[in-house]
């Protein structure tokens, strides 16, 4: 079982409405969760960071929130755009059992955008 | 901060030849380096660690002899698909890490490479 879960797997939605991707993690303890966004055949760009102790940060359109209790983080995207159609990656990093810094990568969802 | 530039961008071999792809930080010194291997449609899955200066850690899975990795400097780092062949065909994609404040990984542009 992946130790980062997203979900949905792919969404589908129409320019100018709100959704919400969800991310869930067994991840413990962690040191940050990072939403990033990935266009087809480029590399992926960092959206938000959070610690533990951060609910919430916003980046323009994007909010995620993270509940470190219920290890759940959300990806909030308002008022979409044709150009948010990309792959958005939930990352939680932590330090292995060797202390070495470590990213665990989320499954991924795969957004699109309809005119 | 924290450009990552990774080159070429795109590549098309003939089967049986090697290819290297390229992994600078831009205005940052990286100690370690990251290469990855995405499928399409699939997230990206570690093939291995760079370390300046050092031998590279391959993942479980991953052939060394196949996918050299050379950390020459503090700002660059190289891997070369040797031999390749069809189903070495995918997209390739490295990262850095600046250290000090959690800077996170910051990643190249992805190096798609078909082989023909």
């Known amino acids: 079982k992946n130790q980062v879960e997203q979900s949905p797997q792919s969404l589908i939605i129409l320019e100018g409405k709100n959704c919400t991707l969800q991310?869930?993690?067994?991840?413990?303890?962690?040191?940050?969760l990072r939403w990033y966004k990935q266009d087809t055949g480029r590399g992926p760009v960092s959206l938000t960071i959070m610690t533990f102790s951060e609910n919430t940060k916003s980046n323009g359109r994007y909010t995620a929130t993270l509940d470190a209790d219920t290890k759940q983080s959300s990806l909030h995207i308002t008022a979409s755009q044709l150009s948010d159609s990309a792959s958005y990656i939930c990352v939680v990093s932590a330090f292995d059992i060797s202390g070495t810094y470590k990213y665990i990568f989320g499954t991924g969802t795969r957004l699109k955008v309809l005119a | 901060g924290a450009v990552v530039s990774q080159h070429p961008s795109r590549v098309i071999c003939k089967s049986g030849t090697s290819v290297k792809i390229e992994c600078r930080s831009l205005d940052f010194q990286a100690t370690t380096m990251f290469w990855y291997r995405q499928f399409p449609k699939q997230s990206l899955m570690l093939m291995a660690t760079s370390n300046e200066g050092s031998k590279a850690t391959y993942e479980q899975g991953v052939e060394k002899d196949k996918f050299l990795i050379n950390h020459a400097s503090l700002t660059l780092s190289t891997l070369t698909v040797t031999s390749a062949h069809p189903e070495d065909s995918s997209f390739y994609i490295c990262?850095?890490?600046?250290?000090?404040?959690?800077?996170?990984?910051?990643f190249g542009s992805g190096t798609r490479l078909t082989v023909v």
């Open positions: 991310c869930n993690y067994t991840v413990s303890p962690f040191s940050n």
């Open positions: 990262s850095a890490r600046r250290q000090g404040a959690d800077y996170g990984y910051t």
